[in-house]
T-cell receptor, first 109, second 118 residues
Framework: GDSVTQMEGPVTLSEEAFLTINCTYT??????LFWYVQYPGEGLQLLLKATKADDKGSNKGFEATYRKETTSFHLEKGSVQVSDSAVYFC????????FGDGTTLTVKP | GAVVSQHPSWVICKSGTSVKIECRSL??????MFWYRQFPKQSLMLMATSNEGSKATYEQGVEKDKFLINHASLTLSTLTVTSAHPEDSSFYICSARDTGTSGTYEQYFGPGTRLTVT
C-alpha cells in the first residue's frame, strides 16, 4: 500500500536558519503530494501541493518539488521565523490520503 | 473559499453516553468526506471515508457500530461516537474533497473536535 516517510523530529532551529524536512513516499499510482501544517490545538492547514512530477509547490516562503525519480517531496524554507513553529505533515493523496508521522519544528529567536 | 467547519470544537461527556460531531463544507459541495483521529503528538489515522448517499467505508480495525457515520447531504457528514469510553478521548478531524475539483485530490480540513470522555 501507499506510505509516506518523514524525517523524524523534533527539529529546533534559530530564526533565519535554513529548513529542510525530508519526505519520501511509495505509491502504486501517480498521487498528488501535499505538505500540511498544524498549529497547537488546531486542524491541518494546506501549506503547499504538487500534482505531477517536477511540479514545485510554494507558499509563504516554503517550497517543495515533486521528484518522481527519487520519490521525494522535501520541504524547504530559506529563512525560518518563530511563527513557523508547528508540526508539518507530508501526505500523498489518490483515492484517499496517507500521512507521514509529522515533524515538529521549533524556531527559537 | 474551501472552508470546512466542525461542531463542536470541544466536548466533554460521561462514559456510556453518545456524542455527535458535525462536519460541514461551507462553500463547496463534497461528495466525499473523511474522518480522522489524532492522538497526542501523533499523525492522523484515517477512520473512515464517508460518501454522500451511501454507507461509509471503514478502515481496518475501526468499529463501525461504535463510530457511526452519516453523510446525508453534499455539505454535511456526522460522526457519532456511541457508548463512549475514556479510551475514545481524542482529537477528531474531518476533511472534505471538493467535488468540483476532481483530479487534484485536495482535501480541506476542519479545525478538529477535542473529545474528552470522563
Amino acid at each position: 500500500g501507499d506510505s509516506v516517510t518523514q524525517m523524524e523530529g523534533p527539529v529546533t532551529l534559530s530564526e533565519e536558519a535554513f529548513l529542510t524536512i525530508n519526505c519520501t513516499y511509495t505509491a502504486t499510482g501517480y498521487p498528488s503530494l501535499f505538505w500540511y501544517v498544524q498549529y497547537p490545538g488546531e486542524g491541518l492547514q494546506l501549506l503547499l501541493k504538487a500534482t505531477k512530477a517536477d511540479d514545485k509547490g510554494s507558499n509563504k516562503g516554503f517550497e517543495a518539488t515533486y521528484r518522481k525519480e527519487t520519490t521525494s517531496f522535501h520541504l524547504e524554507k530559506g529563512s525560518v521565523q518563530v511563527s513557523d513553529s508547528a508540526v508539518y505533515f507530508c501526505a500523498l493523496s489518490d483515492s484517499k490520503s496517507t500521512f507521514g508521522d509529522g515533524t515538529t519544528l521549533t524556531v527559537k529567536p | 473559499g474551501a472552508v470546512v467547519s466542525q461542531h463542536p470544537s470541544w466536548v466533554i461527556c460521561k462514559s456510556g453516553t453518545s456524542v455527535k460531531i458535525e462536519c460541514r463544507s461551507l462553500d463547496f459541495q463534497a461528495t466525499t468526506m473523511f474522518w480522522y483521529r489524532q492522538f497526542p503528538k501523533q499523525s492522523l489515522m484515517l477512520m473512515a471515508t464517508s460518501n454522500e448517499g451511501s454507507k461509509a467505508t471503514y478502515e481496518q480495525g475501526v468499529e463501525k457500530d461504535k463510530f457511526l457515520i452519516n453523510h446525508a447531504s453534499l455539505t454535511l457528514s456526522t460522526l457519532t461516537v456511541t457508548s463512549a469510553h475514556p479510551e475514545d478521548s481524542s482529537f477528531y478531524i474531518c476533511s472534505a474533497r471538493d467535488t468540483g475539483t476532481s483530479g487534484t485530490y485536495e482535501q480541506y480540513f476542519g479545525p478538529g473536535t477535542r473529545l474528552t470522555v470522563t
